[in-house]
């Protein structure tokens, strides 16, 4: 009988979509809380459950810090192959796609504007462009950075996050230690103020240079800072290193910052220490 025979029943597509979820959650790396990722950058990329500081980009850094109508310069730089330089892929290859990535031609940003009421030169550092390494170009731009505070006496701010020199232009990335260390020292002649900002993470070559000549230097909590790795430095002395070793915290206890500033409160302590300074 008919009424019995049972039919094949198939579910059709409607076409509705599925809600993707994937890149609006993230898992915060000191406390384990899942954060809605519009909320964290709505707290300046800093975990409102335990205060751990995210990395921030350069573009972010300089909105969080300059007024509105800040300029942007030097941004035609780019850098070369002259080693033809190749490991895992070739460093050309690299160079690309970190542009792609970034949307910027190297690891830098140098812009002009107000910060309060003081106009400064500032200088960013972009982690995600080869983990911020320091070449000929972001050398020639923090250079040129250092000069136009110089010529116009204006104070200069370097926030640095880097991975150090950038091993793929060999001496010529070395040579920027010199180079940059040679324009603060006639800056510093010129009593004109420079304030070095470390965040996660500062190390190598950055560190060994401009990064700890700071008439002020300042840190976020928990950033990395040092020359070389705990590991190897582990590795090299046979030793466990003390607790929090090489962090913000640790090198304000020792002596090798002046303050560690929360990122929310950056901004008023950098006005505060240029009103210190005396600068118009």
């Known amino acids: 009988m008919s009424w019995f025979r049972r039919e094949d029943n198939k579910i059709e597509d409607t076409g509705a979509k599925t809600v993707r979820t994937e890149g609006l959650w993230i898992?915060?790396?000191?406390?384990?809380?899942?954060?809605?990722?519009?909320?964290?950058?709505?707290?300046?990329m800093v975990c409102p459950k335990c205060g751990h500081h995210f990395r921030l980009g350069a573009r972010p850094r300089i909105d969080m810090l300059l007024e509105p109508g800040y300029e942007l310069v030097d941004l035609e730089l780019k850098s070369t192959d002259p080693l033809e330089f190749t490991d895992l892929k070739p460093y050309a290859s690299r160079l690309s796609k970190a542009r792609a990535d970034t949307g910027l031609n190297d690891a830098v940003i140098n812009a002009l504007g107000l910060l309060g009421p003081h106009r400064v030169v500032l200088s960013v550092m972009e982690y995600g462009f080869i983990g911020g390494s320091m070449g000929a170009v972001v050398g020639e731009t923090i250079a040129r950075a250092v000069d136009r505070a110089y010529e116009h006496r204006t104070p200069l701010i370097i926030v640095a996050a880097s991975g150090g020199a950038r091993?793929?232009?060999?001496?010529?990335s070395l040579m920027q230690l010199a180079k940059i260390s040679t324009a603060l020292a006639r800056l510093d002649d010129a009593k004109v103020p420079f304030i070095s900002v470390l965040t996660d993470p500062t190390t190598g070559g950055v560190?060994?240079?401009?990064?700890?000549?700071?008439?002020?230097?300042?840190?976020?909590?928990?950033?990395?800072?040092?020359f070389a790795g705990p590991r190897v430095i582990e590795q090299?002395?046979?030793?466990?290193?003390?607790?929090?070793?090489?962090?913000?915290?640790?090198?304000?206890?020792?002596?090798?910052?002046?303050?560690?500033?929360?990122?929310?409160?950056?901004?008023?302590?950098?006005?505060?220490?240029?009103?210190?300074?005396?600068?118009?």
Do not use: W
Request: aromatic residues 8%.
């Open 27 to 44: 898992k915060c790396d000191a406390c384990d809380a899942v954060i809605f990722k519009a909320d964290l950058e709505a707290n300046l």
């Open 167 to 172: 091993m793929m232009e060999g001496i010529v």
């Open 207 to 226: 560190t060994a240079s401009f990064a700890m000549l700071g008439d002020l230097n300042v840190a976020e909590p928990g950033a990395l800072i040092g």
């Open 236 to 280: 090299t002395i046979r030793q466990k290193l003390p607790e929090g070793f090489q962090r913000s915290e640790f090198l304000l206890e020792h002596g090798f910052l002046d303050a560690v500033v929360p990122r929310k409160e950056m901004k008023s302590y950098l006005i505060r220490a240029l009103d210190f300074m005396q600068v118009q």
